[in-house]
């Protein structure tokens, strides 16, 4: 599992920064070119940079040009998590007080003031409330100024009765776009975790409007965001996300045999199984070997070890991408659509699609896409 398939080997250059940012003395400026170009692509870099800066005696041995990327990504970091910042504040004032509303994902770690926050770079807000608030709180919004994009009414449908989420949201003026959720997962998933229970153990964050989830939760919604509902796609900051949560909230035995039970009591042990493989293979996660978690089958491991690094590592994209890692980022869209949708309402939505994409396109449609 040391081996990553098919990448650029400055890639294990910059996981072994991620783990261990003594690793700079390492490093020739030649490498530095990749791996800062690397770090980008992954939406990473600012977490690089907070993570060595957060050791001032290791400054002299990165070269000046390296500390100008680092240092720029690292404003850009403040900047944007100071927009979220000022998002979250426009919603706590919008949203009725008497409504409970959790903020999940990256805006979550941001307002817990978690290690997950440090450098990360901040594109939206996910928000959740109970199923039967949902309408009140979407009302709340759009009076408040906040307006869902243009979509047909196929899409619509789609968002309100088959997903866990409402149409995006944004409000005139914001760069941040807002994702109103009534659970985790879209409700037609193969796997389901237990809404009620997610409500039951929201944690209040001291001095804010706004709850959280449980932190066995968090972690729990991190695998199970990356490994069911995403196309595995770039989303190697969703798998250092998932570390450092782990790093945060697991010190014990004990804690990790709450996280095994929790799993399965959400039904979430294959989601949380491949986080922990990929955490502790790629971002040397400290795992317990006796976890109770039932392994997928093996060629269902063999399978993921083949796609997986060829989808979310990133690249230099100085030249087409390899046969291998379009072949994989294909089947990792299929495998997303088929965990996202039972087989006749897969077939369903790929046959209105296909039949969608034959259409004639208006001509600013066409221009913009």
């Excluded at 041995?61 to 998002?87: D, I, K, N």
């Excluded at 770690?109 to 440090?118: G, H, V």
């Excluded at 659509?337 to 296909?354: E, F, I, T, V, Y």
Aim: net charge positive; hydrophobic share 45%; charged share 20%.
């Amino acid at each position: 599992m040391s081996s990553l398939g098919g990448v650029d080997p400055c890639m294990h250059g910059l996981l072994a920064l991620l783990i261990d940012p003594q690793q700079v003395r390492s490093v020739c400026l030649a490498d530095w070119d990749k791996i800062i170009r690397l770090a980008r692509q992954s939406r990473l870099l600012g977490v690089l940079s907070y993570r060595i800066q957060s050791h001032p005696e290791l400054l002299p041995q990165v070269p000046g040009c390296v500390l100008g990327h680092l240092r720029s990504a690292a404003a850009y970091s403040a900047h944007r998590t100071q927009v979220l910042r000022v998002e979250l504040a426009a919603l706590a004032k919008a949203l009725p007080a008497e409504v409970p509303v959790v903020v999940l994902k990256g805006a979550a770690y941001i307002l817990q003031d978690l290690e997950s926050a440090r450098g990360r770079l901040p594109g939206d807000v996910d928000l959740m409330v109970a199923y039967d608030d949902l309408k009140r709180a979407e009302a709340a919004l759009l009076g408040a100024g906040w307006a869902a994009e243009e979509i047909n009414a196929y899409d619509q449908r789609y968002y309100r009765e088959w997903s866990h989420e409402l149409p995006p949201m944004r409000r005139p003026g914001s760069s941040v776009e807002l994702d109103l959720h009534h659970t985790i997962t879209p409700v037609t998933a193969r796997l389901k975790p237990d809404t009620a229970l997610l409500f039951t153990d929201l944690q209040v964050v001291e001095g804010k409007r706004f709850l959280v989830l449980h932190p066995q939760d968090q972690i729990l919604h991190a695998a199970v965001h990356l490994f069911q509902d995403s196309e595995l796609f770039a989303n190697l900051r969703d798998l250092v996300d998932i570390d450092s949560l782990i790093r945060t909230h697991l010190h014990s035995e004990s804690d990790w045999q709450a996280l095994a039970v929790r799993a399965a009591h959400h039904h979430l042990e294959r989601p949380l199984w491949y986080a922990l493989r990929y955490c502790r293979a790629w971002l040397a996660t400290t795992v317990p070997d006796a976890l109770p978690l039932a392994a997928p089958p093996a060629m269902a491991i063999r399978w993921m070890d083949w796609v997986f690094p060829r989808c979310t590592l990133p690249r230099i994209p100085d030249r087409p991408p390899p046969f291998s890692r379009r072949l994989a980022a294909q089947l990792g869209l299929l495998r997303h659509q088929w965990l996202r949708l039972p087989p006749a309402l897969l077939l369903r939505h790929l046959a209105h699609k296909g039949v969608q994409s034959l259409r004639p396109r208006p001509a600013v449609q066409h221009k913009a896409e």
